[in-house]
């Protein structure tokens, strides 16, 4: 690494430390009704809409009523995308003439884009058309990341509340859209259209290429859906080549800023967390936490593509990478994706060496917690708090507490099922394709990397995460009806419980400190904390994890390659 490299790096998490309080004390303003500078912008579109669907944003929801409101608009979502993608042929908006989506494919894009994973087994540019890619994936982008930053808000206001309500969600997916989502990813989209991120309606170009062959060239609404795609962590790509495409990534501007838009809104969510529970070291002790664990990624990292010789045996292994922006820019990017429920990437995770894959893989498996996905970060943290909590608890001999609430069986319970739900998946049907024909079917490597392609699959479908370790064709009735099942299960399965701990906790009563309460915001609590995440990710899929890339790892040195 050079000096460049090396600054790149501490700007990148110096900007994101800066940003946080300033993004994460607005977003705590829209979210606890105080006045904020948007609300003279969309104050009115907020107030006809709530008119339009007769919202009555005062008017609270216990968590069941929550948690249906949240699963029939999520389900309304997944009919509308799924319904576009079958007849796209017959819709405007498709210059190319692309026809209709099949449709095991079309259910797995459905329920990709509402579980805010956006796992693609399709290429973009050719598969959907531009009113698909807008009205279909696009507005997905905002409604699955307003979803999980609800859901977070209804689990801190189960947690610091004194009733059994726990807002409004109607109320709650307007504002979070409108004065958080739309504002940043306006912004974002003129920036991005600035730095020649394409956007506009044109149908495909043909050009006469140096050597005088001819090639087709995609345009089509880019920068406005690459905003939201990075801002919401969502991840999915306009192009088959996502962000090393320079028509969605071409600057390294661009490649910047873009990064910093993917962990931008899960690290000031810590902020808003620690403003809504009136105790600021809260938030940042969840910050550190989070922070903590994505240096230690990155550190590893990027030790293992530079101490990663070529065959010949001079030089960086460059396959992979995407060489404008050089091995640090492609592997901050990597671990920033996958330690978000983002997806995007501007490199190949498949060609990168076996400890970067286990890492960017490892990420997700920990259960997208290290910032993690807009709001799913913080619930999914704070599921790992309450077992820690509880544990800390049995440690001390005192009942566990965490805000002044007690921790009791039924959290404990929910807590592992969110925690455990996803692994479960990962590791089932996992371990089916690994010995089924269909699974086995798509797979362009063999031995370890091989498992460490299905592995991968598997766990970004479970973490809601998105990317791909490449090299699998996924574009099957199996892996289409596999992977969306596990998506749906990743997200669901921890978000009901999630909510099932929201109003537990609302209607519990408020223990005053004491001398001998356990404190949750300090270094103790910290390394507490961090150690339990590595533990239960480590113990559940440390099995597999050394069939797959661990094992490659120490072949790679005995010069064995798949």
Same mark, same amino acid.
């Given at each position: 690494?050079?000096?460049?490299?090396?600054?790149?790096?501490?700007?990148?998490?110096?900007?994101?430390?800066?940003?946080?309080?300033?993004?994460?004390?607005?977003?705590?303003?829209?979210?606890?009704?105080?006045?904020?500078?948007?609300?003279?912008?969309?104050?009115?579109?907020?107030?006809?809409?709530?008119?339009?669907?007769?919202?009555?944003?005062?008017?609270?929801?216990?968590?069941?009523?929550?948690?249906?409101?949240?699963?029939?608009?999520?389900?309304?979502?997944?009919?509308?995308?799924?319904?576009?993608?079958?007849?796209?042929?017959?819709?405007?908006?498709?210059?190319?003439?692309?026809?209709?989506?099949?449709?095991?494919?079309?259910?797995?894009?459905?329920?990709?884009?509402?579980?805010?994973?956006?796992?693609?087994?399709?290429?973009?540019?050719?598969?959907?058309?531009?009113?698909?890619?807008?009205?279909?994936?696009?507005?997905?982008?905002?409604?699955?990341?307003?979803?999980?930053?609800?859901?977070?808000?209804?689990?801190?206001?189960?947690?610091?509340?004194?009733?059994?309500?726990?807002?409004?969600?109607?109320?709650?997916?307007?504002?979070?859209?409108?004065?958080?989502?739309?504002?940043?990813?306006?912004?974002?989209?003129?920036?991005?259209?600035?730095?020649?991120?394409?956007?506009?309606?044109?149908?495909?170009?043909?050009?006469?290429?140096?050597?005088?062959?001819?090639?087709?060239?995609?345009?089509?609404?880019?920068?406005?859906?690459?905003?939201?795609?990075?801002?919401?962590?969502?991840?999915?790509?306009?192009?088959?080549?996502?962000?090393?495409?320079?028509?969605?990534?071409?600057?390294?501007?661009?490649?910047?800023?873009?990064?910093?838009?993917?962990?931008?809104?899960?690290?000031?969510?810590?902020?808003?967390?620690?403003?809504?529970?009136?105790?600021?070291?809260?938030?940042?002790?969840?910050?550190?936490?989070?922070?903590?664990?994505?240096?230690?990624?990155?550190?590893?990292?990027?030790?293992?593509?530079?101490?990663?010789?070529?065959?010949?045996?001079?030089?960086?292994?460059?396959?992979?990478?995407?060489?404008?922006?050089?091995?640090?820019?492609?592997?901050?990017?990597?671990?920033?994706?996958?330690?978000?429920?983002?997806?995007?990437?501007?490199?190949?995770?498949?060609?990168?060496?076996?400890?970067?894959?286990?890492?960017?893989?490892?990420?997700?498996?920990?259960?997208?917690?290290?910032?993690?996905?807009?709001?799913?970060?913080?619930?999914?943290?704070?599921?790992?708090?309450?077992?820690?909590?509880?544990?800390?608890?049995?440690?001390?001999?005192?009942?566990?507490?965490?805000?002044?609430?007690?921790?009791?069986?039924?959290?404990?319970?929910?807590? /592992? +099922? %969110?925690?455990?739900?996803? *692994?479960?998946?990962? =590791?089932?049907?996992?371990?089916? &394709?690994?010995? !089924?024909?269909? #699974? /086995? +079917? %798509?797979?362009?490597?063999? *031995?370890?990397?091989? =498992?460490?392609?299905?592995?991968? &699959?598997?766990? !970004?479908?479970? #973490?809601?995460? %998105?990317?791909?370790?490449? *090299?699998?064709?996924?574009?099957?009735?199996?892996?289409?009806?596999?992977?969306?099942?596990?998506?749906?299960? %990743?997200?669901?399965?921890?978000?009901?419980?999630?909510?099932?701990?929201?109003?537990?906790?609302?209607?519990?009563?408020?223990?005053?400190?004491?001398?001998?309460?356990?404190?949750?915001?300090?270094?103790?609590?910290?390394?507490?904390?961090?150690?339990?995440?590595?533990?239960?990710?480590?113990?559940?899929?440390?099995?597999?994890?050394?069939?797959?890339?661990?094992?490659?790892?120490?072949?790679?040195?005995?010069?064995?390659?798949?």
């Amino acid at each position: 690494m050079n000096a460049l490299d090396i600054s790149q790096v501490l700007m990148y998490l110096l900007l994101l430390i800066l940003l946080t309080p300033v993004l994460g004390g607005y977003m705590h303003k829209v979210f606890s009704g105080e006045r904020h500078f948007m609300l003279p912008v969309f104050g009115w579109l907020e107030k006809l809409t709530f008119r339009v669907t007769g919202t009555k944003p005062e008017q609270g929801m216990g968590w069941k009523s929550y948690t249906w409101s949240l699963l029939l608009f999520n389900l309304g979502g997944f009919v509308v995308l799924f319904l576009l993608q079958l007849t796209q042929n017959l819709l405007p908006l498709n210059p190319a003439r692309l026809p209709a989506v099949s449709w095991h494919l079309a259910l797995n894009t459905a329920v990709s884009f509402i579980t805010n994973t956006n796992w693609q087994s399709y290429a973009g540019e050719t598969t959907l058309s531009y009113l698909v890619q807008m009205t279909g994936l696009t507005v997905q982008n905002f409604l699955s990341a307003a979803t999980g930053i609800a859901v977070m808000l209804a689990l801190v206001r189960g947690i610091v509340g004194r009733s059994s309500l726990l807002g409004n969600f109607w109320a709650d997916i307007t504002r979070i859209i409108l004065y958080v989502l739309l504002p940043l990813s306006v912004i974002f989209a003129v920036v991005l259209n600035a730095e020649g991120v394409i956007q506009n309606f044109s149908g495909p170009v043909t050009v006469s290429t140096l050597e005088g062959g001819k090639q087709v060239i995609t345009m089509g609404p880019v920068a406005s859906q690459e905003a939201i795609k990075q801002l919401g962590t969502n991840g999915g790509g306009y192009f088959n080549a996502n962000s090393a495409h320079p028509f969605e990534n071409p600057t390294p501007l661009t490649n910047f800023l873009e990064m910093l838009a993917i962990l931008l809104i899960p690290a000031a969510l810590t902020y808003t967390y620690g403003r809504m529970t009136g105790s600021l070291k809260q938030g940042y002790t969840l910050f550190t936490c989070m922070m903590v664990l994505f240096v230690a990624g990155l550190l590893v990292s990027l030790y293992a593509e530079y101490h990663m010789v070529s065959p010949a045996g001079k030089g960086l292994v460059m396959e992979g990478k995407e060489l404008r922006f050089g091995t640090t820019g492609t592997v901050l990017w990597t671990v920033a994706t996958t330690v978000a429920s983002n997806g995007s990437v501007n490199g190949m995770i498949d060609s990168m060496s076996p400890l970067t894959g286990i890492t960017a893989m490892f990420n997700i498996m920990l259960g997208e917690v290290i910032f993690g996905g807009v709001g799913s970060g913080m619930y999914g943290m704070l599921l790992f708090v309450f077992l820690t909590v509880f544990i800390a608890g049995l440690m001390v001999g005192r009942t566990p507490e965490y805000l002044g609430k007690k921790i009791e069986a039924f959290e404990v319970r929910m807590a /592992l +099922a %969110g925690i455990l739900i996803p *692994g479960f998946m990962i =590791l089932l049907f996992a371990a089916i &394709a690994s010995v !089924s024909k269909p #699974g /086995l +079917a %798509g797979l362009n490597n063999a *031995g370890p990397h091989g =498992l460490s392609e299905i592995l991968y &699959a598997f766990s !970004s479908a479970a #973490g809601n995460n %998105g990317s791909a370790f490449a *090299g699998l064709n996924a574009n099957t009735v199996f892996y289409n009806l596999a992977l969306g099942f596990t998506m749906l299960f %990743g997200r669901f399965g921890v978000i009901i419980p999630v909510m099932a701990i929201a109003g537990s906790m609302a209607v519990k009563k408020v223990t005053p400190l004491s001398v001998g309460t356990f404190r949750t915001d300090n270094l103790l609590f910290i390394i507490l904390l961090t150690g339990v995440i590595l533990i239960v990710g480590g113990l559940t899929f440390f099995p597999a994890l050394s069939l797959g890339p661990l094992a490659e790892h120490i072949l790679m040195h005995s010069a064995v390659t798949f």
